[in-house]
């Protein structure tokens, strides 16, 4: 029973029977009991360890309720894959939780706290920099309090454990962004230098801290102007580009902090994608007979949709030749929460190859079909890619913009007009129709007043001005 093995339960039941009924026990009330067993094989569980589960149930649902942030710190510090963590990241998001980046004054080792209740990624999980450098630092601040500046973490670090590739991991990370530097500065050159930002701040801690040493066993303590070492002035660079940026903070960190490329593109993904990388991964799944009853049951589903479309970002862009000479090419495409790879072969391949570029954002659409007409063996065949920048100017031919009647006044209609006019000036016009759907809730009525004359260019900022104005989040169609 405790392994569940109906089969074997099965059995035994005839032998059961006879041999109760052979002591004269009644057949109704054996056949009730042989009932109840058979309900408990399909899901034994013992009392005392039910007690047990539903008393730690309680205890950390009031630990979540009452200290969200304190808690799924300590979820978080109990992973042991990026997996796990970007999973309970989401948690945090959906709980309103903020999860911030490495700080080099509020981070500790693992995840924690900070005092407004912001969840600090821990140094720890900075790549290249090491528990030896990250202990030296955390120690020395606890010791003589938060590092003022740039200059006065290079005077304080330890510079045997503290080296250039924990300088630089650190800035990618985003550990240094509190002192008003831009990242990119730490790997520029001054005009007529020959050192990066980084190689000026480790010969400054290096010289600094000589000296420092060389006054204090001196015989009279050093001092006077030997002792003073300028801080160098750090290069003027414009900050990366937010893909740059993000690129290499996944690289040092296992993920996206501070944004995720695809915010730019969040309205693409949700108007135009019908399905995720979530869709695929579950397909892969019942393709290979590890998904339960759920996963065969949302692939089943995913085949009821007919063409799928998907949006993502694509990397590890790879181009090869099979053993017969013959081209064909790999991609990953991930979204924000998984990535899949594809193999394109033959026509295909020669169709959608300049379109494999890392970097690029994608928008793939297609169908679920066996792969080399082998049986069970699913997998979408990409018919169509195009670039997701390209998609609202393709496919969009109205913006609606749904008011209530009782907010309507000539005020806000002139503002509207203005923030059209305005960014129909900035950006090239579209052949985009405004529409506006009134309400009227009294009378129950919904009114659709399409605008004969005006087109829009349906950009991020004309529909943000416009939630900004309204409090109504333009729709595209």
């Known amino acids: 029973m405790g392994k569940k093995q109906l089969d074997v339960l099965d059995k035994k039941e005839a032998q059961f029977m006879e041999g109760a009924a052979a002591k004269g026990h009644p057949k109704d009330k054996l056949t009730k009991i042989w009932n109840d067993w058979k309900a408990f094989a399909q899901y034994a569980f013992n009392k005392s360890h039910s007690t047990c589960y539903a008393f730690v149930a309680y205890q950390t649902a009031y630990l979540k309720a009452h200290y969200p942030s304190e808690y799924m710190a300590a979820v978080l510090n109990n992973q042991n894959n990026m997996e ?163 690129k290499y903070e996944k690289e040092v960190i296992g993920m996206y902090l501070t944004g995720h490329p695809l915010d730019n593109f969040r309205v693409e993904m949700d108007r135009y994608c019908n399905s995720s990388i979530s869709d695929l991964k579950n397909m892969q799944k019942a393709r290979s007979g590890e998904g339960g009853e759920e996963i065969m049951t949302a692939f089943a589903n995913l085949r009821k949709r007919g063409e799928i479309c998907i949006g993502g970002l694509v990397s590890n862009v790879q181009h090869k030749m099979t053993k017969n000479g013959k081209p064909f090419g790999t991609f ?70 749904c008011l209530d009647l009782n907010a309507l006044n000539s005020q806000l209609l002139d503002n509207i007009q203005d923030l059209i006019t305005t960014n129909n000036q900035r950006y090239p016009v579209k052949n985009c129709t405004l529409r506006f759907m009134i309400k009227d809730r009294e009378e129950a009525m919904l009114v659709e007043l399409p605008s004969k004359s005006s087109k829009v260019n349906p950009s991020d900022d004309l529909m943000a001005e416009i939630f900004s104005l309204t409090n109504v989040q333009p729709v595209l169609n």
């Open 332 to 401: 990953v495409l991930e979204d924000y929460n998984e990535s899949y790879e594809f193999a394109l072969f033959g026509e295909d391949y020669v169709r959608f190859r300049n379109l494999m570029m890392d970097g690029y954002f994608l928008h793939l659409k297609g169908i679920i079909e066996e792969k080399f007409k082998q049986k069970d063996n699913w997998d979408m065949k990409i018919m169509t890619m195009s670039l997701l920048s390209e998609m609202r100017d393709k496919l969009t031919k109205s913006l609606t913009v």
């Open 84 to 246: 796990k963590i970007t999973f309970f990241m989401e948690e945090c998001r959906r709980m309103g939780v903020q999860v911030l980046g490495p700080d080099i004054n509020e981070s500790d080792m693992a995840f924690a706290v900070n005092k407004k209740g912001q969840i600090r990624f821990g140094l720890t999980g900075v790549k290249g920099v090491g528990d030896k450098a990250v202990e030296s630092i955390i120690e020395e601040r606890n010791e003589r309090g938060p590092y003022k500046s740039v200059y006065d973490f290079a005077q304080r670090s330890n510079t045997r454990s503290v080296n250039r590739k924990s300088y630089e991991n650190l800035v990618y990370g985003g550990g240094f962004d509190e002192f008003g530097l831009n990242r990119a500065q730490f790997f520029a050159k001054t005009d007529n230098g020959v050192l990066t930002g980084v190689e000026r701040l480790i010969k400054y801690a290096n010289d600094y801290q000589n000296v420092q040493n060389s006054s204090q066993s001196s015989l009279f303590g050093g001092g006077g102007v030997n002792s003073y070492i300028p801080e160098p002035a750090m290069p003027e660079a414009e900050e990366w580009p937010l893909i740059e940026k993000l």
